[in-house]
């Protein structure tokens, strides 16, 4: 069945007489939900029709849920969800909007070892700062990958995968201090030393507009912000991108997808969403935010939601 009910923002599942958990499989542009007597649900397109069982409640309950929270719930088989957000906080021409500042450039034609070390002696294993973290990226295949690493301060650690993207990091466990005490990144070995992963003291987790589409999925743009996060109201000027690449080698192209400038005075922020979601992005597609000009050396900050379909 066609999967394009991503294109629909306002849609609610309904189920009567049924109780969590449950799944929705098969839905598309045109679907109805008709629920049975026995409890489970007729998905209805165009004609075909096909049927997904559901656990059915001692009670008859009710449960309306919205279609991109089903996503987040995993009740929607072959959909997930992104959300990316990030923060640069003295930002300059041509600068991503990323906590390591400048531009950033972990974009290897093969995927690369790389190494995790914070700026602190006590983001370590039995301390008091970051012990564990937990990094996500790509790995050779342009696949999904994660692993848990266990820091040893300003010693680097030698992560088990290889990464040809990375795009986040979050702090699983900590001692006293109850967060990362230094700036925790995760770099390639050797060479140019490019940084993958920048983790600021303080933050627990990566702060990157930055993201590149798994292989075997498919993106949809919904939702994006972009703000200026400098409070001394001196009318500073930032012009933002959002930015894709379809991987064709490291020399492929980045192209503009929307663009906006903003000041300072007032508010400073901006908002969009998608009457119909942006896409389709395909598989390996770089994605992300810059500042292509700007006034004087501010703070930025911006983030996007993704919707992926499994091809």
Same mark, same amino acid.
């Given at each position: 069945?066609?999967?394009?009910?991503?294109?629909?923002?306002?849609?609610?599942?309904?189920?009567?007489?049924? @109780? !969590?958990?449950?799944?929705?499989?098969?839905?598309?542009?045109?679907?109805?939900?008709?629920?049975?007597?026995?409890?489970?649900?007729?998905?209805?397109? &165009?004609?075909?029709?096909?049927?997904?069982?559901?656990?059915?409640?001692?009670?008859?309950?009710?449960?309306?849920? !919205?279609?991109?929270?089903?996503?987040?719930?995993?009740?929607?088989?072959? +959909?997930?969800?992104? #959300?990316?957000?990030?923060? #640069?906080?003295?930002?300059?021409?041509?600068?991503?909007?990323?906590?390591?500042?400048?531009?950033?450039?972990?974009?290897?034609?093969?995927?690369?070892?790389?190494?995790? %070390?914070?700026?602190?002696? *006590?983001?370590? *294993?039995?301390?008091?700062?970051?012990?564990?973290?937990?990094?996500?990226?790509?790995?050779?295949?342009?696949?999904?990958?994660?692993?848990?690493?266990?820091?040893?301060?300003?010693?680097?650690?030698?992560?088990?995968?290889?990464?040809?993207?990375?795009?986040?990091?979050?702090?699983?466990?900590?001692?006293? &201090?109850?967060?990362?005490?230094?700036?925790?990144?995760?770099?390639?070995?050797?060479? &140019?030393?490019?940084?993958?992963?920048?983790?600021?003291?303080?933050?627990?987790?990566?702060?990157?507009?930055? +993201?590149?589409?798994?292989?075997?999925?498919?993106? +949809?743009?919904?939702?994006? +912000?972009?703000?200026?996060?400098?409070?001394?109201? #001196?009318?500073?000027?930032?012009?933002?991108?959002?930015?894709?690449?379809?991987?064709?080698?490291?020399?492929? @192209?980045?192209?503009?997808?929307?663009?906006?400038?903003?000041?300072?005075?007032?508010?400073?922020?901006?908002?969009?969403?998608?009457? %119909?979601? &942006?896409? !389709?992005?395909?598989?390996?597609?770089?994605?992300?935010?810059?500042?292509?000009?700007?006034?004087?050396?501010?703070? %930025?900050?911006?983030?996007?939601?993704?919707?992926?379909?499994? *091809?």
């Amino acid at each position: 069945m066609n999967k394009l009910i991503a294109f629909i923002l306002i849609v609610s599942v309904c189920v009567v007489n049924a @109780a !969590p958990p449950f799944k929705i499989v098969g839905t598309t542009l045109d679907n109805v939900l008709e629920p049975n007597s026995d409890g489970s649900i007729n998905v209805v397109s &165009s004609g075909s029709t096909g049927t997904q069982s559901v656990a059915v409640a001692t009670q008859p309950t009710v449960a309306q849920i !919205p279609f991109y929270q089903a996503v987040s719930m995993g009740l929607v088989d072959g +959909y997930s969800k992104v #959300n990316k957000f990030g923060h #640069n906080p003295a930002t300059t021409d041509g600068d991503t909007v990323w906590g390591g500042g400048g531009v950033y450039g972990y974009f290897p034609t093969n995927a690369l070892s790389v190494v995790a %070390v914070s700026t602190d002696v *006590d983001d370590a *294993d039995g301390d008091t700062g970051a012990r564990t973290i937990q990094v996500y990226g790509l790995d050779e295949n342009w696949e999904e990958a994660t692993e848990t690493v266990t820091l040893n301060g300003t010693t680097p650690v030698a992560l088990t995968n290889t990464y040809i993207r990375l795009f986040r990091t979050i702090i699983l466990t900590a001692g006293s &201090s109850y967060s990362n005490e230094g700036n925790i990144t995760v770099t390639e070995v050797g060479g &140019s030393t490019r940084v993958g992963i920048f983790v600021g003291a303080g933050d627990g987790q990566t702060q990157h507009c930055i +993201y590149t589409v798994p292989a075997g999925k498919t993106a +949809y743009f919904i939702k994006g +912000y972009v703000g200026v996060a400098d409070d001394d109201k #001196n009318g500073e000027v930032a012009e933002f991108q959002w930015q894709a690449r379809p991987n064709n080698g490291h020399t492929g @192209a980045w192209a503009v997808k929307g663009e906006i400038g903003l000041n300072n005075v007032g508010s400073g922020h901006w908002q969009y969403e998608y009457g %119909v979601p &942006s896409g !389709p992005i395909p598989e390996k597609t770089d994605i992300r935010i810059v500042v292509i000009d700007v006034t004087a050396t501010i703070g %930025v900050v911006g983030g996007f939601d993704m919707l992926l379909v499994d *091809d």
